[in-house]
């Protein structure tokens, strides 16, 4: 059973970066489709962007595109989010989440979520 840790949440000012890792147990890390999703309060949790296993690909939702980037370690069992240009819109929980198939990982039926880590950012 794969378990994920995200951490690197926080309150950071609008335009600034901030960097979530997600730390994943198992021997299978490296076959995992990883992905990452937020919840905003009062909404529905929504994809943010996914890399596969090997690396090779990415996609992003429009609103993060461009600004955001998916970065995987297999070594360390570890996915990364960077978010840079952030703005008040970006303010949730955000989650890492595994699965074997792109499309039930994009459609949020991963078969393995993190806690969430909520980041805010202010003006």
């Known amino acids: 059973q794969a378990q994920l840790v995200e951490s690197g949440g926080g309150s950071v000012q609008a335009g600034a970066s901030l960097t979530l890792s997600c730390a994943g147990s198992?021997?299978?890390?490296?076959?995992?489709?990883m992905g990452w999703f937020r919840q905003a309060h009062g909404k529905e949790r929504e994809f943010v962007g996914y890399?596969?296993?090997?690396?090779?690909?990415?996609d992003y939702a429009d609103s993060v595109k461009g600004r955001f980037v998916v970065s995987r370690d297999n070594a360390k069992n570890t996915v990364y989010l960077q978010m840079n240009s952030l703005n008040s819109e970006d303010t949730a929980v955000y989650f890492c989440?595994?699965?074997?198939?792109?499309?039930?990982?994009?459609?949020?039926?991963?078969?393995?979520w993190g806690q969430g880590t909520q980041v805010t950012v202010f003006a």
């Open positions: 198992g021997r299978s890390f490296g076959s995992y489709v």
């Open positions: 989440t595994a699965s074997w198939n792109v499309d039930r990982l994009r459609s949020g039926a991963g078969a393995h």
């Open positions: 890399m596969d296993g090997t690396g090779t690909n990415t």
